[in-house]
């Protein structure tokens, strides 16, 4: 798995590379392609293992370029959750689903999150619980045939 996440790191860095040289051209290009292009690079970099601030810098500028994006908000808060700020990924999921209610994906990331939080006791627990389970029903409901839906909810 080693020589598989050395080959994989090399093209998300070359996948990079190559929309750098399309940002490094920023004044011919629109902003709703500018917003795709740091988009995409926040997304690429988020598959990396680690929390990378490169990731975090180019998903903030896409959403300056378009804060009615949900993927931004999606991407951003992974990106802040695997640096390790559980409460300010919430956050953020929280705002996709204000842009839109039925995103599958983000009604996931919330209901995983929730699941990651601490908690001071057990009501809370248990209510952060509830609500986690709420999340995740509504992202099967939305598609049941979604096997990554139903993995994420168990």
Known sequence: TNERNSILKNKILNTIKI??????????LKKPDMCFIYYCKSF????????????EDSANKSLKLNPFNPESYNC?????????????A????????Q???KDKETLRNLSMILR????????QKRNTCLESVK??????????K?????????
Request: charged share 30%; with cysteine; glycine share 4%.
């Open 76 to 88: 951003i808060g992974h990106i802040i959750w695997k640096k390790g700020d559980v409460d300010l």
């Open 146 to 154: 979604d096997g990554y839906s139903w993995c994420k909810f168990i």
């Open 44 to 55: 690429i970099l988020d598959k990396l293992p680690e929390y990378t601030k490169e990731a």
């Open 116 to 123: 990651a939080k601490k908690s001071e006791n057990s009501e």
């Open 135 to 144: 999340y995740a029903k509504e992202s099967v409901d939305i598609d049941i």
């Open 99 to 101: 842009i839109n209610k």
């Open 90 to 97: 919430l956050n953020y999921f929280k705002q996709a689903l």
């Open 19 to 28: 929309l750098d040289k399309y940002l490094s051209n920023i004044n011919s």
